[in-house]
């Protein structure tokens, strides 16, 4: 009896043996497989299109060993209407150039027309979403940013201090990829200002932000970003700057179309110094163009 | 008389492996995608595959994001835009040596052979013939092979303002360095 029972088993184990063979050798390798992608860290990737959202910043950072190079643009309103081109024959520029040190620290460069202001930064990754050897839901990037206004002095007669045109800026940004389509994220922000207009205003403005961006199509996409100041003061004079865009992508190019009450292009001006009145139709146009070289190749040594 | 069915189907019950099966975590791929105006390589050596001497049975498969690009943009489009990777985490090949009786793989040696079965890519499910050469070394196997994929086949889309940049075919490059698993 116990024989026979243990004859049948061989047998049946024979039978599978052979019918299942391909899907041993299948179950191994996912075995294996498995086995070598524990210890891998599996990064969230382009949570947002560029490293920027709209006019901030988003938690991307450009890649390694790549600069990027932008121009953007900001027209007048779309209120002044068809004798200005609906704001087209008022345009601010900014151009920028960002490049990414390794995976997790990027500087970059920039100057805007208005206020003949030049700009440079830093942005850092301190925690990146991923998962695989480690879960972690949410990246955490800190950017800063100082900006100096190169205008010829108002008064030259007078004692102008250089050190009274700095104005500095330090943000958190806190986002996550949800899914392939849909990225979020919060922004706490700080500008500090060398010099103010009156006693009155603050040196130091603190504000929260927050983006989102979801795609609507592979290559197209619609990102909504808006600042809230955390003071009143000035209320009636400043707005809480509101963007939204379309990022458009066509291979190394990213083209963002934007509609804002805002029209500086760095922080600074976006969150203490923007006038537009959604209300009163103050809607700015205006774009980001992006374009990405590879500056190091880091498949060479592949 | 028994007792010697008995062991045999003992040995054969769970002894699958011994002997003819070869594994390796650190197979090449490579794929190329010419045209005019652009070339585009992506490159991974973490395939993981295993080959039943035996049986002529090979089985493959690789994590798409473990590919690597020249240009970083290229990785993002790559695993975002043609391959989602999200959805389609890898690529599956389970293929049989054609015409087995004809070849001996017990001796050193570099012999041609012709792979036969279904390769999985994003998702889609094709029959491929896929022509390779299979060359034994003491307890090392090298199987290479080249062959074309066609994107279209496995519903890979390409926008019309890029098809000048990828190609349609794809052109494969593999390389497995096997050693004997048991």
């Known amino acids: 009896m116990f024989k026979r029972l243990v004859l049948s088993a061989l047998i049946f184990g024979f039978a599978v043996s052979i019918s299942n063979a391909q899907d041993d050798l299948l179950d191994l390798i996912e075995k294996e497989d498995n086995e070598k992608n524990k210890d891998k860290r599996d990064y969230a990737s382009a949570a947002f299109k560029t490293n920027l959202a709209v006019t901030s910043q988003s938690i991307e950072n450009v890649a390694s060993g790549v600069l990027s190079f932008r121009i953007s643009h900001r027209f007048g309103t779309i209120s002044d209407g068809l004798y200005d081109l609906f704001g087209l024959d008022n345009s601010d520029i900014r151009f920028a150039f960002d490049y990414g040190i390794n995976d997790w620290l990027q500087v970059g460069v920039g100057r805007s027309s208005f206020e003949k202001l030049y700009d440079g930064n830093l942005k850092a990754k301190i925690l990146r979403q991923q998962k695989g050897k480690q879960n972690i839901p949410i990246s955490i990037v800190y950017y800063t940013s100082a900006a100096v206004n190169t205008l010829k002095w108002a008064d030259p007669n007078r004692e102008n201090f250089p050190s009274a045109r700095w104005t500095y800026c330090h943000q958190l940004l806190i986002g996550r990829k949800f899914s392939e389509s849909f990225s979020a994220q919060i922004s706490p922000t700080v500008i500090h200002r060398n010099l103010v207009p009156t006693t009155k205003d603050a040196n130091d403005v603190f504000a929260m932000g927050g983006a989102i961006r979801q795609k609507l199509t592979k290559r197209l996409a619609v990102n909504i970003e808006y600042f809230h100041r955390l003071d009143t003061y000035n209320e009636k004079q400043f707005k809480n700057p509101l963007s939204f865009c379309f990022d458009i992508e066509t291979g190394g190019h990213v083209f963002q179309l934007i509609f804002s009450n805002a029209r500086s292009m760095v922080e600074k001006g976006l969150i203490t110094e923007t006038t537009g009145d959604i209300g009163q139709g103050d809607i700015y146009f205006g774009f980001n163009l992006s374009r990405v070289f590879t500056v190091v190749d880091k498949t060479k040594k592949m | ?182």
């Open chain 2, 1 to 182: 008389m028994k007792k010697l069915i008995l062991s045999i189907l003992a040995l054969a019950a769970f002894n699958v492996f011994a002997q003819d099966v070869y594994l390796t975590k650190a197979g090449n791929i490579r794929f190329f995608s010419s045209t005019p105006l652009e070339d585009i390589e992506g490159k991974s050596k973490d395939a993981v595959s295993a080959l039943n001497t035996k049986t002529g049975e090979i089985v493959a498969q690789i994590q798409i994001k473990s590919f690597r690009f020249e240009k970083s943009l290229m990785e993002e489009h790559f695993n975002e835009n043609y391959m989602e990777s999200e959805k389609f985490p890898k690529a599956v090949l389970k293929a049989k040596i054609l015409d087995l009786e004809k070849y001996d793989f017990s001796k050193d040696g570099e012999q041609k052979v012709v792979f036969e079965g279904d390769l999985t890519i994003h998702g889609v499910t094709k029959k491929v013939k896929l022509e390779g050469t299979i060359k034994k070394s003491g307890k090392n196997v090298q199987a290479k092979s080249v062959f074309k994929v066609k994107l279209a086949d496995y519903n890979i889309k390409v926008p019309s303002v890029v098809t000048k940049n990828i190609a349609e075919d794809i052109e494969v490059t593999v390389d497995f360095p096997y050693e004997l698993k048991i």
